[in-house]
T-cell receptor, first 115, second 109 residues
């Protein structure tokens, strides 16, 4: 069990560019979540998958954001035409939905800075 | 999911017990109380959760009042490494975690 892995750890991009982040969950976890966190705030839910199905998307997830989990394993979060307001920490978590005692396991996040 | 209320910050002396309160007066019967913490620049870390009964694990103890309207997370012997933001979350099984602002716990030597 190597935990939840997120890449890259840091990303600096120019406004208007597209960025993609990757999350590798714990292998036996079939639920995967994306959150966004800005300075001084708690994480905000963006979307989650059960296996390859995207089951819920927050209203925070504008049409510039898209997430995929094509084979029910790793997931990608893409932001198109980045804006300065997209600067945040993007967190991924995974959980086994049928074992609530396990809680969520979070990765260390990808810190995005849009300049 | 239940709305929770936590104090914005607390201080604790190193080696003493840290008692972090949480009010969740609107919690439903099927909602668990979860506690997570987040150390600076890291992702949140699961600590403990409970439904009705008090719970204890290697990290902490969770005391839930009989009416389930409030709970207390206890770190029995706080260390400097316990300095973090602590989140109390009411969540039904199978739902998603919804984080509030949490409590900043500062452990001081």
């Amino acid at each position: 069990d190597t935990g939840v892995s997120q890449n890259p750890r840091h990303k600096i991009t120019k406004r208007g560019q597209n960025v993609t982040f990757r999350c590798d969950p714990i292998s036996e976890h079939n639920r995967l979540y994306w959150y966004r966190q800005t300075l001084g705030q708690g994480p905000e839910f963006l979307t989650y998958f059960q296996n390859e199905a995207q089951l819920e998307k927050s209203r925070l997830l504008s049409d510039r954001f898209s997430a995929e989990r094509p084979k029910g394993s790793f997931s990608t979060l893409e932001i198109q035409r980045t804006e300065q307001g997209d600067s945040a920490m993007y967190l991924c978590a995974s959980s086994p939905w049928d074992r609530p005692n396990y809680g969520y396991t979070f990765g260390s996040g990808t810190r995005l800075t849009v300049v | 999911d239940a709305k929770t209320t936590q104090p914005p910050s607390m201080d604790c002396a190193e080696g003493r017990a840290a008692n972090l309160p949480c009010n969740h007066s609107t919690i439903s019967g099927n909602e668990y109380v979860y506690w997570y913490r987040q150390i600076h620049s890291q992702g949140p870390q699961y600590i403990i959760h409970g439904l009705k009964n008090n719970e204890t694990n290697e990290m902490a103890s969770l005391i839930i009042t009989e009416d389930r309207k409030s709970s207390t997370l206890i770190l029995p012997h706080a260390t400097l490494r316990d300095t973090a933001v602590y989140y109390c979350i009411g969540m039904a099984y199978g739902n998603k975690l919804v984080f509030g602002a949490g409590t900043i716990l500062r452990v001081k030597s």
